[in-house]
């Protein structure tokens, strides 16, 4: 079992960058895919982004692409979102999850990953 702890939201003008961390326990993250899905105030769960067990190869959903990165350091156990020129729209709980096979996009869109933490807030304020 994978326990996902989320952190770094928080209220951030936009304009403004946030970049928020994922740390993982109970296994180690080093083989399994990781993602970040959002969930704003009355809308369906969505798929931001997703990273391969090596980082070597990222998916990301086209609302945010080119300005968030996904990236993950498997000796610390740990994923992360660096988002950038962020929107009123990004406005979200961002949910960690972890997956043991790495799929498309549209597959994650679809159907989720494996593990989810509990989600931390992103407010951009216009």
């Known amino acids: 079992q994978v326990q996902l702890v989320e952190s770094g939201g928080g209220l951030v003008q936009a304009g403004g960058s946030l970049r928020l961390s994922c740390a993982a326990s109970g296994r180690t993250i080093s083989s399994y895919a990781m993602g970040w899905f959002r969930q704003a105030p009355g809308k369906e769960r969505e798929f931001v982004a997703a990273?391969?067990?090596?980082?070597?190869?990222?998916v990301y959903a086209d609302s945010v692409k080119g300005r968030f990165t996904i990236s993950r350091d498997n000796a610390k156990n740990a994923v992360y979102l660096q988002m950038t020129s962020l929107k009123s729209d990004d406005t979200a709980v961002y949910y960690c999850?972890?997956?043991?096979?790495?799929?498309?996009?549209?597959?994650?869109?679809?159907?989720?990953?494996?593990?989810w933490g509990k989600g931390a807030l992103v407010t951009v304020s216009s």
């Open positions: 990273i391969n067990w090596s980082g070597g190869s990222t």
């Open positions: 999850a972890a997956d043991q096979t790495y799929y498309s996009s549209t597959f994650y869109s679809r159907y989720g990953m494996d593990y």
